[in-house]
């Protein structure tokens, strides 16, 4: 559990005291942990791998987050009781989550107050997300907001310093649509533009930025 940021925070003695409450899963790749609209009484930690959060009807699809080792999700439905869930999870990965029920979840909140401006401070990272994805919707063209979503994805993980990086998750350009709100015809388009101009290469879904900076400076100019 150290490992989660979360927890790092919170007093030993207090995750001592939870532990005997706390159970893990370990899932496999393609597996849906809840469904939008479903009852919810859990949080769920990720351990490691990544989880898709998104939202689906019968012919479309949007894909709010990619959320990795160390992340959280299913606090929505379980601040308020009665609450539904507000999205779809599905495991992109092999995936083990530690799982808190609601009472136990309160506790944790009623003991010790970082939790607290943990969660307010989480809460506030993925509204300004949110807010800069309704932005980027309103404002920018696919090829912009694809630039911005293939950025987004490679500073999850450290990457200062590096000009080149491999998004070390499989994604499809189906997937990528999703993310970006494109039809999948478009953002293959603009996918295909971005490989001939060498700014990325995509080998066995794997998507390679070969060059970071000028990225950036694409998007500065192009914006
Ligand atoms: P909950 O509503 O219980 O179930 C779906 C979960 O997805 C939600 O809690 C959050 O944890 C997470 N979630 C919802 N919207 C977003 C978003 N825009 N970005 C990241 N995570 C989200």
Redesign the pocket.
Known sequence: LATIPFFRDIEPSLIDRLTPYMHHKTHRKGDLI?L?GDQ?NE?YFIGSGSVS?YSFDKSKKVI??Y?REGE???????MKPG???????ECLVQTKLYILRRHDFQLLIENDRNIAFHLLDYTMD?LR??NQ?IYDLTFLNVRLRMIKQLLYLAENYPIEGLNEFVIPVKITHQQMAEMVGAARETASKVLQELQDEGLIHIQDKLFHLKDIKLLRAKLLQEE
């Open positions: 809840f939008e919810g949080i959060i709010l987050a959320l959280y999700f299913g606090e929505m439905a379980l609450m539904v869930r507000s999205a779809t999870a993925r997300r949110a994805q």
